[in-house]
């Protein structure tokens, strides 16, 4: 088997990279929007849509050798409101 994938193995990456990374990176997204940061949402990145997150390379890499990314989240840190203390 190429690089000792099952397809037990192949399915649990799958569902990983189209369940959790979009999961994971709607959270960075919702985050920054909910603090101000309106670059999330200007850029279609909060949503829950796996083409909206799903980076090429890091998708191959992650289906070949358990190891991958999505794209990260455009945040602009200074349009952040900050909460008086």
């Known amino acids: 088997m190429l690089f ?3 397809p037990a193995v192949l399915l649990a990456r799958l569902i990983v ?3 959790g990374f979009p999961i ?3 959270a960075h997204a919702w985050s920054a929007d909910q603090l101000g940061d309106n670059t999330p949402r200007w ?3 909060l949503s829950l849509n796996p083409m909206a997150h799903l980076d090429v390379l890091g ?3 992650l ?3 358990g190891f991958g990314w999505a794209k ?3 945040v602009n ?3 952040m409101r900050v909460a008086p203390r």
């Open 77 to 79: 840190p200074y349009r």
């Open 4 to 6: 000792g994938l099952t």
């Open 24 to 26: 994971h990176e709607w």
């Open 17 to 19: 990279l189209v369940v």
């Open 63 to 65: 289906l070949l050798t």
């Open 72 to 74: 990260p989240v455009p």
């Open 59 to 61: 998708s191959i890499l």
């Open 43 to 45: 850029e279609g990145r």
